[in-house]
C-alpha cells in the first residue's frame, strides 16, 4: 500500500518559515519524480516545486515563479522523504500543500493528504 504523508504545516507571520516534509511508503523513492503542490480555497491546485529522480550530476529542481527565490526542495531517498524548505512567507503561500509522487505521465501517481500551511499578515 503507497502512503505519501506529509508534515509540518501550520500558523506563521508573514516573513516566516516553515519546513515541511513528506515521507513514503509502499513505494522505492528513488525511482520517483516527487512534487509539492498547493491549493487555496477556491482556486485550482498548483505545481510550486519538483525534484527529479537524480543522477550522475545530482537532483534538477524547478519552481513555480511564486515561489522562486524563497523556496527549496530537496530530498533524502534513505529516509524516503521530500522536504520543502519555506523561507519569507507571504500571506498569499496561505494553502494546502500536497506532495505528489510520480514516475512518467499516467504512471504511478501518488498524492498525500496535504497539510495546511497559514501566513498571517
Known amino acids: 500500500q503507497v502512503q505519501l504523508v506529509e508534515s509540518g504545516g501550520g500558523l506563521v507571520q508573514s516573513g516566516g518559515s516553515l519546513r515541511l516534509s513528506c515521507v513514503a511508503s509502499g513505494i522505492r523513492f528513488s525511482n520517483y519524480v516527487m512534487d509539492w503542490y498547493r491549493q487555496a480555497p477556491g482556486k485550482q491546485r498548483e505545481l510550486v516545486a519538483s525534484?527529479?529522480?537524480?543522477?550522475?550530476?545530482?537532483?534538477?529542481?524547478n519552481y513555480a515563479h511564486f515561489v522562486k527565490g524563497r523556496f527549496t526542495i530537496s530530498r533524502d531517498n534513505a529516509q524516503n522523504t521530500v522536504y520543502l524548505q519555506m523561507n519569507s512567507l507571504k500571506s498569499e503561500d496561505t494553502a494546502v500543500y500536497l506532495c505528489n509522487a510520480w514516475r512518467g505521465p499516467g504512471v504511478d501517481d501518488y498524492w498525500g493528504q496535504g497539510t495546511q500551511v497559514t501566513v498571517s499578515s
Open positions: 525534484i527529479s529522480t537524480g543522477g550522475a550530476n545530482g537532483y534538477n529542481t
